[in-house]
C-alpha cells in the first residue's frame, strides 16, 4: 500500500511538472516559433564611420514612446526621430537615411524608415525631409516614418538607424522604389555610415 501511494505522489508530481513546463512555454509567447538567419549587410566592410547622434534616442537604448509606431496594435506617436551628424568624409555627394529592423520575423526584416538624395549641405534630419530629398515607402507600403511595432510577447528587437554618405548627388529612384533596391543601387555609392541602435518590446 505505500508503495502504491508513493508511486501515485510521484505520478501527480511528474504531472505538475509537466503542466508547468507547458505553461512556462506558452508563456514565452511567439519568440519560440521563429527562427533566426543572418541578413547579409550592403555596407562594404571598408567603409568608414562618422558620428551620429540624437536628441529622442542613446544608443542601444528602448525607444521612446513618442517613437513607436500608431498602426498594427501599437499606440505610440509615430514622430521619426531627430538626427544630428558631422565627421562625413570629402567627396561626400549626399546622404540617405535608412531604419532596419534585422529581427522582424518575416525572412526579410523590415524597413521602417527611408530618406534618400539629402543635399550633402544637410547635417540633420527633423520632421520634414529638406527640399530635394526623397522620402521612400516603407515596408508597410506607407510613405516615410514607421515606427516599431514587433508582436506581442516577442524578443528584444534592435533597430538600425543609419546615415549613409553616398559619392552622388541623387540615386535616381523614385519614392515609390522597395527598400531591398534603394540598398542595392546605394551600396556602391557608400563612402561611410553612422548608426544608432535603438531597442524595443511589446508585452504579450
Not at 505553461?23 to 541578413?39: K, L, R, S
Not at 542613446?58 to 544630428?84: E, K, M, S, T, Y
Request: aromatic fraction near 8%.
Amino acid at each position: 500500500m505505500t508503495r502504491i501511494k508513493l508511486l501515485l505522489v510521484l505520478t501527480a508530481a511528474t504531472a505538475v511538472v509537466a503542466m508547468a513546463t507547458t505553461a512556462g512555454a506558452a508563456a514565452t509567447g511567439i519568440a519560440d516559433h521563429f527562427g533566426f538567419g543572418p541578413v547579409r549587410s550592403g555596407t562594404p566592410v571598408a567603409a568608414a564611420h562618422f558620428e551620429l547622434s540624437s536628441p529622442d534616442l542613446r544608443n542601444n537604448q528602448a525607444i521612446a514612446l513618442a517613437q513607436v509606431a500608431n498602426i498594427f496594435g501599437c499606440h505610440g506617436g509615430n514622430q521619426a526621430p531627430r538626427l544630428q551628424w558631422s565627421g562625413a568624409p570629402a567627396g561626400t555627394q549626399s546622404y540617405a537615411v535608412t531604419m532596419f529592423d534585422p529581427y522582424a520575423p518575416t525572412g526579410s526584416g523590415f524597413w521602417h524608415w527611408l530618406v534618400w538624395d539629402i543635399p550633402a549641405s544637410d547635417h540633420s534630419l527633423s520632421g520634414t525631409p529638406p527640399a530635394g530629398a526623397v522620402s521612400g515607402t516603407n515596408d508597410a507600403g506607407l510613405t516615410g516614418y514607421l515606427g516599431p511595432c514587433p508582436p506581442p510577447g516577442d524578443i528584444v528587437h534592435r533597430y538600425q538607424l543609419t546615415v549613409f554618405a553616398l559619392d552622388v548627388p541623387s540615386l535616381g529612384l523614385p519614392p515609390e522604389t522597395h527598400a531591398a533596391v534603394v540598398g542595392f543601387v546605394m551600396r556602391t555609392h557608400i563612402l561611410a555610415t553612422g548608426q544608432l541602435i535603438g531597442t524595443y518590446q511589446q508585452p504579450g
